[in-house]
């Protein structure tokens, strides 16, 4: 509603008038406002200093403290759950991106790992796709020729097998529901006779293995024999992780981490590596923090924190 | 025209949070405008003084609880109103100032100015058309007498004096609109 030209002279009539007639309120009144308000305010604003607002906030933050450990301590796993650590390994990474023909190498079944060396807690997406490829395998219950038999029982166990080569046979994971039962098929022949034999000779390579697939096997020779030792390593660098980077391990965003120990594993420095900071400026900066003691070369590790994402930690010892 | 730093808002904000200048800062710029609504309402100087200290005792107290978001004179004036209205109930328990009917209808406060106040012959015979206008203004209906003060002490807006008497839009324009007429058909009567 826009005032007319009357309405306004009319408004200033009014306010002229009100301001010869009206005045304001007593100075009693003023003045008693203005007491009561600021009477107000000091009863509203607590004291910075007081000795008891300063101890209530120093208690306050120690009780939230001693909250916040006892919550890092605590296992927030629920009954049967798995932990939410993914390590990925150059192991895992030949085992699922290489496709393998289904059948089964024998020659490198001494070089596997034993199954106590994996724990289940740090089972990855690699052994589960390891594990569906052992319960589809054709050669598992079923009419599987006589020699494949032969090997499967002169080779390492079979768990071991699971857990390890994709391809191999394997019983069912534990918790898992039963395999079907075999199709009813005409019964394989047999080549050498009586069951079992006590030591086979090895027999000829299937008719024809694809290139690839030998020489992934090879790769996986190389590499298996290390695998152990690997996963110590990364399950370390995990609980180093952990322990010295509990915001970056619970984080939702990429980090790079540097963790120096000495001789006995206790933590020297940790830090982390911002924008484009390198290793090896770091490294400088970090022997001439140690009164210039030399670090032994830096480990690497990829892991993946709590939230899935990468993390690279490098760790470097004093001698 | 206050800028954000020294708007209503701010100063309340200000206060809440400690500053007493902010408050004297306040006081200051509503002082007139809101005792002025209130001797309008009540019609009587000591009256409006104690109302007066009521309602700022009253902003005192909520200030920490004034919404930031919110506008502050609009507030302010409803704290006035609430404590007019509780003051005529308290002196006259059984009636009610907004016992009007119909906005043609003169409701008992009007009656009872007629009383205590000059008629606008009376007062148009001092020739003085700023007293010819009060004493129109207390002859008007209380609403409509209530929504022209809101607006020409406070400067409030149709939608602010909606908002501070509880009405619609519509009503609270209606009733400035009548508000409006009747005085300047008095100064017309009263042109020099």
């Known amino acids: 509603m826009n005032p007319s030209d009357e309405d306004r002279a009319l408004t200033d009539v009014y306010r002229k008038a009100s301001d010869k007639d009206a005045g304001g309120p007593g100075a009693a009144t003023r003045n008693a406002i203005l007491a009561e308000a600021a009477a107000a305010a000091r009863r509203r604003k607590p004291a910075a200093n007081d000795s008891r607002y300063l101890l209530r906030g120093v208690a306050g933050v120690a009780v939230l403290g001693i909250a916040v450990l006892l919550w890092q301590q605590v296992d927030h796993r629920m009954p049967g759950e798995e932990t939410p650590i993914t390590v990925i390994t150059v192991l895992d990474e030949v085992k699922t991106d290489v496709p393998l023909p289904s059948t089964t190498a024998p020659m490198d079944a001494p070089l596997r790992a034993p199954a106590a060396e994996v724990s289940p807690t740090r089972r990855t997406a690699a052994d589960d796709s390891a594990r569906s490829l052992a319960r589809t395998s054709p050669t598992e219950p079923a009419p599987a020729p006589a020699v494949e038999k032969a090997e499967s029982q002169s080779a390492a166990p079979a768990a071991v097998?699971?857990?390890?080569?994709?391809?191999?046979?394997?019983?069912?994971?534990?918790?898992?529901?039963?395999?079907?039962?075999?199709?009813?098929?005409?019964?394989?022949?047999?080549?050498?006779?009586?069951?079992?034999?006590?030591?086979?000779?090895a027999p000829p390579p299937p008719p024809a293995p694809p290139a690839a697939s030998a020489a992934v096997r090879n790769e996986s020779a190389r590499v298996q024999p290390k695998m152990s030792a690997d996963q110590d390593a990364?399950?370390?660098?995990?609980?180093?992780l952990q322990l010295h980077f509990p915001q970056q391990y619970q984080s939702r965003t990429p980090h790079r981490?540097?963790?120096?120990?000495?001789?006995?594993?206790?933590?020297l420095r940790s830090g982390e590596l911002t924008g484009d900071q390198s290793l090896a400026g770091q490294r400088l900066a970090i022997e001439g923090d140690l009164g210039g003691r030399l670090l032994r070369p830096w480990r690497i590790h990829t892991l993946r924190n709590a939230q899935g994402q990468s993390i690279e930690l490098a760790i470097a010892q004093t001698p | 025209?206050?800028?954000?730093?020294?708007?209503?808002?701010?100063?309340?904000?200000?206060?809440?949070?400690?500053?007493?200048?902010?408050?004297?800062?306040?006081?200051?710029?509503?002082?007139?405008?809101?005792?002025?609504?209130?001797?309008?309402?009540?019609?009587?100087?000591?009256?409006?003084?104690?109302?007066?200290?009521?309602?700022?005792?009253?902003?005192?107290?909520?200030?920490?609880?004034?919404?930031?978001?919110?506008?502050?004179?609009?507030?302010?004036?409803?704290?006035a109103r609430h404590r007019v209205i509780d003051r005529h109930r308290a002196e006259h328990p059984a009636q009610s100032l907004d016992a009007v009917a119909d906005e043609s209808d003169e409701p008992l406060a009007a009656r009872l100015?007629?009383?205590?106040?000059?008629?606008?012959?009376a007062v148009s015979?001092?020739?003085?058309?700023?007293?010819?206008i009060l004493a129109a203004l207390n002859r008007l209906p209380p609403d409509q007498r209530e929504a022209f003060v809101l607006q020409a002490e406070a400067d409030l807006s149709v939608e602010d004096i909606a908002r501070i008497t509880g009405t619609t839009f519509e009503t609270a324009k209606s009733r400035l609109r009548y508000a409006r007429d009747k005085?300047?058909?008095?100064?017309?009567?009263h042109a020099p």
């Open chain 2, 125 to 132: 015979e001092q020739t003085e058309q700023g007293q010819a």
């Open chain 2, 113 to 121: 100015a007629d009383e205590h106040s000059p008629s606008p012959l």
């Open chain 2, 183 to 189: 005085l300047k058909a008095l100064l017309r009567d």
């Open chain 2, 1 to 79: 025209m206050t800028s954000a730093a020294d708007s209503d808002e701010a100063l309340v904000a200000g206060y809440a949070a400690g500053d007493v200048a902010a408050f004297e800062q306040l006081y200051s710029r509503h002082e007139l405008p809101l005792w002025r609504y209130l001797l309008r309402q009540c019609r009587d100087r000591a009256t409006a003084d104690e109302l007066m200290q009521e309602v700022w005792f009253a902003v005192t107290r909520e200030a920490p609880r004034f919404r930031s978001d919110g506008r502050f004179a609009p507030w302010l004036y409803t704290i």
């Open chain 1, 257 to 267: 981490l540097w963790l120096v120990l000495d001789a006995t594993g206790a933590a």
């Open chain 1, 234 to 240: 990364e399950t370390d660098a995990v609980a180093l």
């Open chain 1, 161 to 201: 097998i699971a857990n390890i080569e994709p391809r191999a046979p394997a019983p069912p994971v534990a918790g898992a529901p039963p395999a079907p039962p075999p199709p009813p098929g005409p019964p394989a022949p047999r080549v050498f006779g009586p069951p079992a034999p006590p030591a086979p000779p």
